[in-house]
């Protein structure tokens, strides 16, 4: 079962601008995380902001997360042509003695020279 | 910085074979995943183990095994590969103390299944 799904799952820029990317989920969370992936490679970890936070950012990275909406967005400033990768969001669930995340299907993002 | 290693980046079987995936991290941490990655459908997650020994399926356990003898290390078996098994497949770690749970991922197994 899917707890984010991500929109647009398609996104296609031009350096400089900015992309945005968004995330809904089902269920009540304690965290939301951010993951890269370079085509053909494992993912990398971006950025979590906490239920009880509602932005954070990190260089070029700015996060909010709207709880009563159970929503996430994801802007990218400045992108650059190295941005170009997909991003997935993921939610956390308590399961037993260890959490497991819940991955969305991610937003594919080309941001051409 | 934490490493996970993969013991195979490309990997092609025939249909029915047995197939050993092996992950390796070095941070000694609690948790280990295992994902399979399709396009359109995202991560899924297969099993999951919380501690040596232990294990618990996640949402696609079907035609899947995995062992965890030693902490470092946690393999995923299938037990008679056939075409649908075709994927990537993605090992992942993270520390129970960490209550953040960012999961460290390796780099991925490209498994066709002929």
Redesign the interface.
């Known amino acids: ?2 707890q984010g799904e991500e929109d647009p799952q398609a996104l296609s820029i031009q350096e400089g601008e900015n992309a945005t990317m968004n995330c809904s989920y089902k269920t009540s969370i304690n ?1 939301l ?1 951010w ?1 890269r992936q370079n085509s ?6 971006l950025i ?1 902001i ?1 239920s009880n936070e509602r932005e954070k950012h990190s260089g070029r990275l700015r996060v909010t997360l709207d709880t009563s909406k159970k929503s996430s967005s994801l802007l990218i400033t400045a992108s650059r042509a190295a941005d170009t990768a997909s991003y ?1 969001c ?1 939610t ?1 669930v308590v ?12 937003t594919e993002l080309s941001v051409k020279p | 910085d934490v490493k ?1 290693t993969q013991s195979s980046r490309y990997l092609v079987k025939r249909t029915g074979e047995k197939v050993f995936l092996e992950c390796v991290q070095d941070m000694d941490h ?2 280990m ?1 295992w ?1 399979r990655q399709d396009p ?4 899924r ?1 297969i099993y ?4 040596v020994k232990m294990k ?1 399926k ?2 696609i356990p079907e035609g899947y095994s995995v062992s965890r003898e030693k902490k470092e290390r946690f393999s995923l078996i299938l037990e008679s590969a056939s075409t649908n098994q075709t994927s ?1 497949y ?1 090992c ?1 770690s ?1 520390s ?1 103390a960490d209550y ?9 197994t ?1 498994l066709t299944v002929t």
């Open positions: 079962s899917q965290n995380q993951y053909g490679r494992g993912l990398v970890h979590l906490r997935f993921a956390d399961y037993n003695q260890g959490g497991k995340l819940i991955f969305g299907q991610g | 996970v609690e948790n995943f994902y359109g459908l995202g991560l997650l999951f183990s919380y501690d618990e996640g949402d990537m993605l992942a993270s129970l953040e749970d960012e999961q460290y991922f390796g780099p991925g490209r």
